[in-house]
């Protein structure tokens, strides 16, 4: 795929961006031919658009979840300002993407994480997170998901799909808690429809966040103080109605709800 079809790719996902639209499925001359060109593509979206990256969706860590999205590794996407925000939120349904809220610890990060030749440990990136955060990820697709849905260089393309982080407030002395064992349940309109832990879909927030850290470290991208990063789904995917409110309760650590109206 040459630079000049990466670009008109870069142009048509960013026209879809801006006006809140979406496709049935992609020309086949548009289709990245491998993850490397779609994340190439995703930086090109991110210049066409000139929106400042606010954070980072991680999706697809442990073979379950790659298995369901048809990855074979975990995969990244950008997030853009204004579309960090502090719990409660709502959203209008008919203004969304194909969306689907996803129970996620999000990471802040109090310190830059540089491109650099050494690979990050974890526990290094786990001294540049300034606060961890109950939330919701409303994930979006710019493609709707019928027979013509595109290969997952497309979506990765796409930001793999990222969306809106929704955060509560700050975890108390994080460091401390049982954050990996904590169950977490997603209920819709009083009644819990998903339960998961840290534990079984990505061991600990910092884990995935520190294969991202190496991950735009190769890739010449790097990390920001400020960014928020949303660290896999913890309870699966689930599609939203007009109607629903939706409570993400992460047990002690706290809860966040939003609405889709």
């Given at each position: 795929?040459?630079?000049?079809?990466?670009?008109?790719?870069?142009?048509?996902?960013?026209?879809?961006?801006?006006?809140?639209?979406?496709?049935?499925?992609?020309?086949?001359?548009?289709?990245?031919?491998?993850?490397?060109?779609?994340?190439?593509?995703?930086?090109?979206?991110?210049?066409?658009?000139?929106?400042?990256?606010?954070?980072?969706?991680?999706?697809?860590?442990?073979?379950?979840?790659q298995r369901e999205?048809?990855?074979?590794?975990?995969?990244?996407?950008?997030?853009?300002?204004?579309?960090?925000?502090?719990?409660?939120?709502?959203?209008?349904?008919?203004?969304?993407?194909?969306?689907?809220?996803?129970?996620?610890?999000?990471?802040?990060?109090?310190?830059?994480?540089?491109?650099?030749?050494?690979?990050?440990?974890?526990?290094?990136?786990?001294?540049?997170?300034?606060?961890?955060?109950?939330?919701?990820?409303?994930?979006?697709?710019?493609?709707?998901?019928?027979?013509?849905?595109?290969?997952?260089?497309?979506?990765?393309?796409?930001?793999?799909?990222?969306?809106t982080i929704v955060?509560?407030?700050?975890?108390?002395?994080?460091?401390?808690?049982?954050?990996?064992?904590?169950?977490?349940?997603?209920?819709?309109?009083?009644?819990?429809?998903?339960?998961?832990?840290?534990?079984?879909?990505?061991?600990?927030?910092?884990?995935?966040?520190?294969?991202?850290?190496?991950?735009?470290?190769?890739?010449?991208?790097?990390?920001?103080?400020?960014?928020?990063?949303?660290?896999?789904?913890?309870?699966?995917?689930?599609?939203?109605?007009?109607?629903?409110?939706?409570?993400?309760?992460?047990?002690?650590?706290?809860?966040?709800?939003?609405?889709?109206?």
């Amino acid at each position: 795929m040459d630079i000049a079809m990466q670009r008109k790719l870069a142009k048509l996902l960013a026209e879809l961006r801006r006006s809140g639209r979406q496709q049935s499925g992609l020309d086949p001359r548009l289709v990245p031919t491998d993850p490397a060109t779609a994340y190439r593509v995703a930086a090109l979206v991110e210049e066409e658009l000139g929106w400042p990256v606010a954070g980072w969706k991680i999706a697809a860590f442990k073979e379950q979840m790659q298995r369901e999205l048809r990855a074979e590794a975990p995969i990244y996407g950008r997030v853009f300002a204004p579309l960090v925000k502090p719990a409660p939120v709502t959203f209008e349904r008919a203004k969304l993407a194909s969306p689907i809220p996803e129970v996620e610890y999000q990471a802040k990060l109090g310190a830059d994480l540089p491109v650099r030749d050494k690979p990050y440990t974890v526990e290094e990136v786990g001294e540049a997170v300034v606060s961890l955060h109950p939330g919701i990820e409303m994930a979006e697709c710019r493609f709707i998901h019928d027979t013509a849905f595109p290969p997952l260089p497309a979506i990765l393309a796409d930001g793999a799909g990222s969306g809106t982080i929704v955060h509560g407030p700050a975890i108390e002395d994080w460091r401390r808690q049982d954050i990996s064992g904590q169950v977490v349940t997603l209920s819709c309109n009083g009644k819990v429809r998903r339960t998961g832990t840290a534990a079984a879909a990505i061991d600990h927030p910092v884990v995935p966040l520190a294969w991202l850290a190496n991950e735009l470290s190769r890739t010449g991208i790097g990390m920001k103080a400020g960014q928020m990063i949303s660290t896999g789904t913890l309870t699966g995917m689930l599609a939203p109605k007009p109607g629903e409110t939706f409570v993400a309760d992460f047990g002690p650590l706290g809860s966040v709800s939003l609405n889709v109206i």
